[in-house]
């Protein structure tokens, strides 16, 4: 896909119809740096949890403060389980979303969320 037709996916007029797609093109298009794709994520910080996550990983990696900062919180979010239920918690993906972002190694697990904390707290870039 070209960037062309990248940036004519994030100018269509309503942006939830994208579903799926849409997280995929912003992506692209941030790694380009375009204006459009920061606006169109911007769109998703009032959205679920885990939509407002994404919409803050694409925008902490363009250098946007409040979207790391919301990273950073998310790294406690814990999971919930019920007597009927399990939903689980956003650590794992804050802690791949901030290693991504400051450019630290990441292996899926649990683990990643304590090695993730250990380097923010020491500061570590």
């Given at each position: 896909?070209?960037?062309?037709?990248?940036?004519?996916?994030?100018?269509?007029?309503?942006?939830?119809?994208l579903?799926?797609?849409?997280?995929?093109?912003?992506?692209?298009?941030?790694?380009?740096?375009?204006?459009?794709c920061?606006?169109?994520?911007?769109?998703?910080?009032?959205?679920?949890?885990?939509?407002?996550?994404?919409?803050?990983?694409?925008?902490?990696?363009?250098?946007?403060?409040?979207?790391?900062?919301?990273?950073?919180?998310?790294?406690?979010?814990?999971?919930?389980t019920?007597?009927?239920?399990?939903?689980?918690?956003?650590?794992?993906?804050?802690?791949?979303?901030?290693?991504?972002v400051?450019?630290?190694?990441?292996?899926?697990?649990?683990?990643?969320?304590?090695?993730?904390?250990?380097?923010v707290?020491?500061?570590?870039?």
């Amino acid at each position: 896909m070209s960037f062309s037709r990248l940036d004519i996916a994030v100018d269509a007029p309503d942006q939830r119809e994208l579903g799926p797609l849409g997280w995929p093109v912003s992506w692209l298009i941030d790694q380009g740096r375009s204006a459009s794709c920061a606006e169109y994520v911007r769109g998703h910080l009032e959205g679920e949890k885990r939509e407002k996550l994404f919409a803050s990983w694409v925008l902490a990696k363009a250098g946007d403060l409040d979207a790391h900062a919301f990273l950073l919180e998310m790294l406690d979010d814990p999971d919930v389980t019920t007597p009927t239920s399990h939903v689980p918690g956003a650590s794992i993906h804050a802690a791949q979303a901030l290693a991504d972002v400051h450019g630290w190694p990441f292996t899926w697990g649990k683990s990643s969320v304590s090695a993730v904390k250990e380097r923010v707290a020491q500061g570590r870039p």
